[in-house]
């Protein structure tokens, strides 16, 4: 059984189709039932060990992390920071004198990263125009298909801390 | 049995058909002979000639087949079509120049002479030539055909203008170098 084609003065027919068994190189049903047989019960086999992995370990954990002091940023400003993990990026907005949001930077659509627009008060994502609520994070138009995933945060004195995510039950 | 080589002498065919019920008592295509005993000539003469598989070397059979079912294994033989790919077409029984593939309607497979893959491959001689009492079917050695026989075997065929070189080999007179089949001769002759 030979993997490439050699070069041969036989037309491609014939040669895809040989008469001598030993030049036979490409399988047959019963080989390619085989194949598509295993690699599904080596798909089930992984989906069953992801799914008895995450019985075991449970609900993630969030750490609560400080992720700014309540007077870094002046009314309508953003801060960039990670949450819960380092690369994901989460965007916080001081829209009031006592208000802070904070979401997920992914986009839902295909995670590009959103940003303020603090004329329009809204997330906006400029890969398709899909805009986002500052107040709770739902899909205000574009292709989105869920709300962003939203960072709940507490305050503790002088500090923001984050101490969840509040994910949307659909997502 | 490396080195054997199967002759087939049709003048020592004596037509008694030990080689058709050997044949058919094989346990892989039981109940259906491979090989065929005919008469030349039924009217003038009681002349009879066996026929199996000549395995050609470039096997007209599997050329013809739309099912790329008939395959040539390294040693020679060409065997019968494989059961998911024959789809009984009968392209292989009106192509073949011997009239060795048969396409058997209650299974819908063409069978053929194998020489007996199961028995040479495992080092044993064909079924026929096992039974054959006159030796018209033959599994010997080149040095004790050439030892024994007066007649000259030959593999090359001309049937028109194509020529077949194949692995069996058919007894001719010495001074022959090769067959010649007139096949729309035959034709004409079995028609009138």
Known sequence: ?171 | MFGYEFYIDPSRCIGCEACINACEECETHRGHPMITVDFLDRHNSIATVPMVCMHCDNPTCAQVCPADAIKKTEDGVVQSSLKPRCIACSNCVLACPFGVPKMLADLEQMMKCDMCYDRTSAGKRPMCATVCPSQALAYVTPETISRERRDKPTNVFYFGKQKVTTKVWMMVPPERDSVSVDVADYMWEKSS
């Open chain 1, 1 to 171: 059984m030979k993997l490439f084609r050699r070069s041969s003065a036989e037309a491609l027919w014939r040669d895809e189709f040989p008469i001598h068994a030993a030049d036979e190189r490409y399988v047959n049903r019963r080989q390619f039932t085989k194949f598509l047989v295993l690699t599904s019960l080596a798909m089930f086999a992984g989906n069953v060990w992801i799914l008895v992995r995450s019985w075991l370990r449970g609900t993630p954990a969030f750490p609560a992390t400080v992720v700014a002091r309540a007077d870094e940023i002046g009314i309508g400003g953003v801060k960039l920071f990670s949450y819960p993990l380092p690369h994901d990026n989460c965007i916080l907005i001081r829209t009031g004198p006592e208000n802070y949001v904070a979401y997920s930077q992914k986009c839902t659509h295909l995670s590009c990263a959103v940003y303020y627009s603090q004329t329009a008060n809204r997330l906006e994502c400029p890969c398709h125009e899909g805009y986002f609520s500052v107040k709770d994070g739902s899909v205000l138009q574009g292709p989105p298909p869920r709300p962003l995933p939203r960072v709940i945060l507490e305050r503790r004195g002088e500090d923001l801390v984050a101490v969840g995510m509040e994910v949307h039950p659909e997502g």
